[in-house]
């Protein structure tokens, strides 16, 4: 009889599998359940990129590209990049196209994190980091953000959480779930600790065309001091409404994509040919549809916070990416209790704030990538549930 438990790395057998999925396995076992919980466009993939890929396929443009990406793909990057946040990268050393944003996330951690060594990770943040650190050996150091700073990582926290086996900060801004966004004043702060050291920043850039009120996303890169050891990744799941086309890619120093193009190379060959001919024509033609996205949202948002914070749990404006992170405390439930008593009651999915961190206790994330009639409908439930139990607060 085979042993299981001694064939699986014990590693990967002791990472816990991702928070989010234990709400909708259990939301896709009941009827009319209305969902706040998937980070996932609402929209289509503008039509144009659809064309593109349609005429791509039917030319019968499907067999392999180079490991590190179509060439005018990569120079439409190095393009896109320097137009929208002022930063300069050579297509043909310092950017590689990925399977989405994870796999780039994937690849630069595995590049430059030996046995031992120690990852700062903010959180609450993206469910990823952690356990991928986790698996390649390394050694995760939570550093939680406060709600009273925005949710934003000081300069003060990252020198204190600094050792001599720090190796990587990621910087996972704008932040999912929190929608906190860093400014560039915040950036400029931490440059000044990390100059002098050799510790790699990877910046989870995914969501840097959601930011709102009329500011902007500062990409890490473009202060300075930090370029020389920042990867920047980000994609086109978010902003371009993409998410199924699995395509990400990475900017950095030439050392560093050099050597994650490697692991690229052996573990997936390359990324999806028909995504990355789409991919050319949304960084090239599709601002205007993104501008009308980002719109919405914003309406959406309004709607979102408002909602909550009449309802008496507190709710800081989300600046960036497309989620609200309201507080439950005055329910006096955890966040696990509250969404799955709020599921069973009122069938409606939220995401409980432990999912992305100890530091979410307390907290729960909702998506506004819904339409505003979804949004409304799941407001209206959940106030319904507080009142019922007693825990709303006008």
Known sequence: ????????????????????????????????????????????????????????????????????????????????????????????????????????????????ICPGDEVIIPQPSYVCYEPMTRM?????????????????????????????KTK???????????????ERADLEALATVLRDTDIVVISDEIYSELTYGGVRHVCPASIPGLKERTVVINGFSKAF????????????????????????????????????????????SCDDEVAEMLEQYDDRRRIMINGFNRMGLTCREPRGAFYAFPSIQSTGLTSDEFC????????VALVPGTAFGESGEGFVRASYCYSTAHINEALNRIESFLKRNGMYHS
């Open 136 to 164: 390649i050996g390394g050694t995760p150091v939570i550093l939680p953000t406060k709600a009273e700073h925005d949710f934003k990582l000081t300069a003060e926290e990252l020198r204190a959480a600094i050792t001599d």
């Open 340 to 347: 799955e008593k709020l599921l069973y009651e009122e069938r």
């Open 241 to 284: 409404a993409m998410t199924g086309w699995r395509l990400g890619y990475a900017c950095g120093p030439k050392e560093l994509i050099s050597q994650m193009t490697k692991l690229h190379q052996y573990a997936i060959m390359c990324a999806p040919t028909t995504s990355q001919y789409a991919a050319i024509e949304a960084m090239r």
């Open 168 to 182: 990587a900060l990621i910087l996972p801004y704008p932040c999912n779930p929190t929608g906190a966004i860093m």
């Open 1 to 112: 009889m085979i042993s299981y438990e001694r064939i699986i790395n014990p590693v990967l057998a002791n990472v816990r599998p991702s928070g989010i999925r234990k709400f909708f396995d259990i939301a896709g076992s009941m009827n009319d359940v209305i969902s706040l919980g998937v980070g996932e466009p609402d929209f289509l993939t503008p039509y144009r990129v659809r064309s593109i890929a349609i005429k791509t396929l039917e030319k019968g443009r499907t067999r392999y590209t180079s490991n590190k990406g179509l060439s005018e793909l990569l120079e439409e990057i190095s393009r896109y990049v320097q137009r929208k946040y002022a930063v300069s990268y050579d297509p043909k050393t310092e950017i590689l196209v990925s399977v989405g944003g994870s796999e780039a996330i994937d690849v630069a951690l595995r590049t430059v």
